[in-house]
């Protein structure tokens, strides 16, 4: 089985910044791309960031595009979210995911696997 497992989320003041690690096991890491989405109370769950399984493409939500970078250490089944400049807006649960299609979708369909997610809250 794969297991997606996030960690590094917290309350943190806004203009702040966090990272957000996901480690993956079980499975084959270094071919899935990696997502991350964000979920707000009360609000559906949106695509924030993704990677493609090597890591040379990129995807961004246009809200936080230049703030938020997506890295990931295929040595370690590992991909991060770089968080900066952070906005009470950004306060969600996050949640990283893999797909085994490859690339940097912004598609929550095409994740085949999923974490259960790290709370971040951004204070104003």
């Known amino acids: 089985q794969v297991h997606l497992v996030e960690s590094g989320g917290g309350l943190v003041q806004a203009g702040g910044s966090l990272t957000l690690a996901c480690i993956v096991s079980?499975?084959?890491?270094?071919?899935?791309?990696m997502g991350w989405f964000r979920q707000a109370p009360g609000k559906e769950r949106e695509f924030v960031a993704a990677s493609r399984w090597s890591g040379s493409t990129t995807n961004y939500a246009d809200s936080v595009k230049g703030r938020f970078t997506i890295s990931r250490d295929n040595t370690k089944n590992t991909v991060y979210l770089r968080m900066n400049s952070l906005k009470p807006e950004d306060t969600a649960v996050y949640y990283c995911?893999?797909?085994?299609?490859?690339?940097?979708?912004?598609?929550?369909?095409?994740?085949?696997?999923w974490g259960q997610g790290t709370q971040v809250t951004v204070s104003s």
């Open positions: 995911a893999a797909s085994r299609w490859g690339l940097a979708t912004m598609d929550s369909s095409l994740y085949d696997y």
């Open positions: 079980g499975g084959a890491f270094g071919s899935y791309a």
